[in-house]
């Protein structure tokens, strides 16, 4: 870093700007209280405001009545002004309320400004470890030598007998209850760590959208080469090396086995002694919880962002279509004034005029027009009054509370059969809701209508009796790890 580089970041980054501001420790305490402690990715203004209105109620109880006179709402407004930029401040769609976010830069503010606090512990040895153990994966993963990866299994394997030897012969090597205590500080910051990035993440793919706007906006070719360039961009995060690691750590991360084994290893941990010690924050037992929530908004993000994207590119496409239209309409509008005094000579050409050549047996045979034969004979029935409470008897399933049944049974699994849903979530409404579980199947990009094999439904219907479907086994899956193959089947 260099004195122009230092000055352009003293001037226009955030987190500097937050460090220098007057206000500084009311809007680092405040934002940390709000949003890093508890780990809340969005707040409502109002929710924010009243917040924000209890916490200066209790400063000016210690600094005077003088301290922060201004209204929350006027605070708020300032932080998420472009001369401040620690707040972002949008609205949801649907909603006329806004809402409000940190930035990464506020996060990455705060989280200098927390390393800067008195720690009655630090550790070194486990990072050291984590040093050596990643240049081992990556000499080891990237070696192409077959004799020189085969020694390295050998190696360990021969690790591995000795360790198995000395536990046989009763002796086992623990760790000490410093360097316990100094892993356990690695995994606590380095958890901590991650939500962090989800924020940075999510703020890319923002600046990404945005920089695609920008192109459509100054946009003056055609609209294929346009529709390339996005769907390219598009394509480019999804490829970058932080798209491929965060795909596969949201891969790892949704896999029941993964989640089942961080629980266990987790609970195990702070089991330990020294650990206790620590007095350890209790929520860490479930923090692969807040990795999910944080990852389901950079998801939910990203779906926002494409469907708003498609949105502007159907509203460009009006326009250049009615600018179309308005075009025609002038050209009709200028025949219409020149129709009685047509201007002379020659008002248009065109060059290269080519016969239009159409053979004879290029016509297609005479066929005869269909006569349907109609019969407008009129039966009368027997005069007896027909019931009309079929009319009424009507059976609605709704589809977004089966969708909401698959997407449950998919959070700790990447496939689920329908027979195995059913059995979890029975049928209410019998055939009916069968029929709409299939056309939910058809639907979802991630299902599999696997004709090959059968499966047997069953349920109780209104009547108490048991009823029975034998039809093709059904298989819901993630959008992300299956593609939509369907293939037909019935009921029996």
């Known amino acids: 870093m260099d004195y122009r580089q230092l000055q352009s970041l003293r001037e226009t980054h955030p987190a500097w700007r937050l460090m220098t501001a007057c206000n500084a420790a009311l809007i680092a305490s405040f934002l940390q209280r709000a949003f890093v402690t508890p780990n809340v990715r969005t707040m409502s203004e109002s929710a924010l405001a009243s917040k924000l209105e209890d916490y200066l ?47 990464p830069s506020t996060e990455l503010a705060l989280s200098w400004l927390q390393s800067l606090g008195p720690r009655t512990f630090i550790g070194t040895e486990s990072r050291l470890i984590t040093i050596f153990e990643l240049l081992r994966q990556l000499v080891e993963g990237t070696e192409t030598d077959v004799k020189a990866r085969i020694e390295t299994l050998l190696r360990q394997r ?57 192109r459509i906006a100054v946009a003056d070719g055609g609209k294929g080469d346009l529709l390339a360039e996005i769907f390219e961009a598009r394509d480019a995060i999804s490829e970058s090396d932080q798209g491929r690691s965060f795909t596969a750590f949201w891969d790892l991360l949704m896999s029941e086995a993964r989640q089942e084994e961080l629980e266990a290893l987790l609970a195990k941990v702070f089991e330990l002694d020294a650990v206790q010690k620590l007095h350890p924050d209790s929520r860490i037992l479930k923090i692969h919880y807040d990795w999910i929530a944080a990852g389901e908004v950079t998801q939910s993000t990203v779906a926002q962002l494409s469907g708003e994207l498609r949105r502007y590119i159907d509203d460009k496409v009006w326009l250049e279509n009615r600018r179309i239209m308005e075009i025609l309409r002038g050209i009709e509008q200028s025949a219409l004034l020149i129709r009685k005094t047509p201007p002379l000579g020659s008002v248009a050409g065109i060059d290269e005029l080519q016969p239009r050549i159409a053979l004879g047996i290029d016509r297609p045979l005479f066929t005869p027009p269909l006569r349907p034969d109609i019969d407008d004979t009129v039966s009368l029935g027997d005069g007896a009054e027909i019931t009309a409470d079929g009319l009424f008897d009507r059976v609605y399933v709704d589809k977004t509370r089966l969708r909401d049944s698959i997407r449950r049974a998919l959070q700790r699994r990447d496939q689920i059969s329908l027979h195995e849903i059913v059995a979890a979530y029975p ?33 109780t219907d209104r009547e108490g009796l048991i009823r029975e479907a034998t039809m093709p086994r059904v298989i819901f899956g993630r959008a992300s790890s299956h593609g939509n193959s369907v293939v037909s089947g019935g009921l029996s």
């Not at 316990?180 to 500080?185: I, K, T, Y």
């Not at 910051?189 to 793919?205: I, P, Q």
């Not at 209410?428 to 439904?457: H, M």
Request: hydrophobic share 40%.
């Open 57 to 103: 109620f209790h400063l000016r109880r210690m600094e005077g009545d003088d301290a922060y006179p201004r209204e929350a709402t006027i605070y708020l407004e300032d932080w998420a002004s472009d001369r401040s930029g620690w707040l972002r401040r949008y609205y949801a769609s649907g909603s006329d309320e806004p809402l409000y976010d940190l930035t």
């Open 158 to 214: 021969a690790d591995i007998d000795a360790e198995i030897a000395r536990l046989r012969e009763g002796r086992i090597d623990i760790l000490s209850p410093a360097s316990v205590r100094d892993r356990f500080a690695e995994v606590v910051a380095t958890a901590k760590s991650l939500l962090a990035d989800f924020r940075a993440v999510e703020h890319n793919f923002r600046l990404l959208d945005r920089e695609v706007r920008e």
């Open 427 to 459: 049928l209410e409404q019998g055939l009916a809701e069968l029929v709409a579980y299939l056309s939910i199947a058809t639907e979802e990009p991630g299902a599999i209508i696997d004709e090959e094999a059968k499966e047997s439904i069953s349920w």
